[in-house]
């Protein structure tokens, strides 16, 4: 079956400028997490869905990310007034549910701010 | 809170050759342990994970790991290393309860010299 799907694969922004990200998770999986990947690093989270439910977003860095999953399925990431610093790999991943599930990956969207 | 340490950012190994890639957690409750591998401008692949049954887990492309609780490790490896496994390994960590997270290490590039 199709796998965890994310667009665009690479965004380039002027900083100031508004993205959104956009993830398709598996059929019937009931939670999706954001993780941010930065050059080098391992991802670190940024926030949880559980169906619509936003669950967790303590690993937002700051007010300008915004997440949503209207109807449980496809979810965005918003970055308002995109920084420098926020030039990162978006990984979305998706799961069936509990902590000890797989969590499947996307193949993420690199986002450059120039 | 949970934590990985990933000892190691670069290892080289000859074809061929055992892979030992190291990894150590800190959780204060027992852990769901993973490996993931990631190749360029690709999402992350799982490998194998712990999930309290079997200590010794088996996983694709050869890959096995152990978990030990009393060492707080949860090695991988591979008896013979192919061209093919060069890629960035990742060991993560998340547990039961209502953050459902994983907890990434810094990560581990594998060379396989020929």
């Not at chain 1, 989270?45 to 619509?52: D, I, M, R």
């Not at chain 1, 979810?75 to 978006?90: F, G, H, M, N, P």
């Not at chain 2, 090695?75 to 990434?104: I, N």
């Amino acid at each position: 079956g199709a796998g965890v799907s994310q667009s665009p694969r690479y965004k380039v922004a002027k900083r100031g400028q508004d993205v959104a990200l956009r993830c398709d998770p598996i059929s019937g999986h009931v939670s999706l997490f954001w993780y941010q990947q930065a050059l080098g690093q391992g991802p670190e989270f940024l926030t949880y869905f559980q169906n619509e439910a936003q669950l967790d977003k303590s690993g937002l860095p700051s007010d300008r990310f915004f997440a949503e999953r209207p109807e449980g399925s496809v979810s965005t990431l918003k970055i308002q007034r995109t920084q420098q610093e926020d030039s990162a790999v978006y990984l979305c991943a998706s799961s069936l549910g509990t902590a000890a599930d797989t969590q499947y990956f996307g193949p993420g969207t690199r986002l450059t701010v120039l | 809170a949970q934590s990985v340490t990933q000892l190691g950012s670069h290892v080289s190994v000859s074809e061929g050759a055992l892979v030992l890639l190291r990894c150590n957690y800190s959780s204060s409750v027992p852990p769901y342990l993973f490996w993931y591998v990631q190749y360029p401008n690709q999402g992350l692949q799982l490998l194998l994970k712990y999930t309290s049954a079997a200590t010794l887990v088996k996983g694709i492309n050869g890959f096995e790991a152990e978990f030990k609780k009393s060492e707080t490790s949860f090695h991988l490896t591979k008896p013979s290393a192919h061209m093919s496994d060069a890629a960035e390994y990742f060991c993560a960590v998340s547990v039961s309860g209502s953050a459902r997270q994983l907890t990434f290490g810094s990560g581990t590039q594998l060379t396989v010299l020929p």
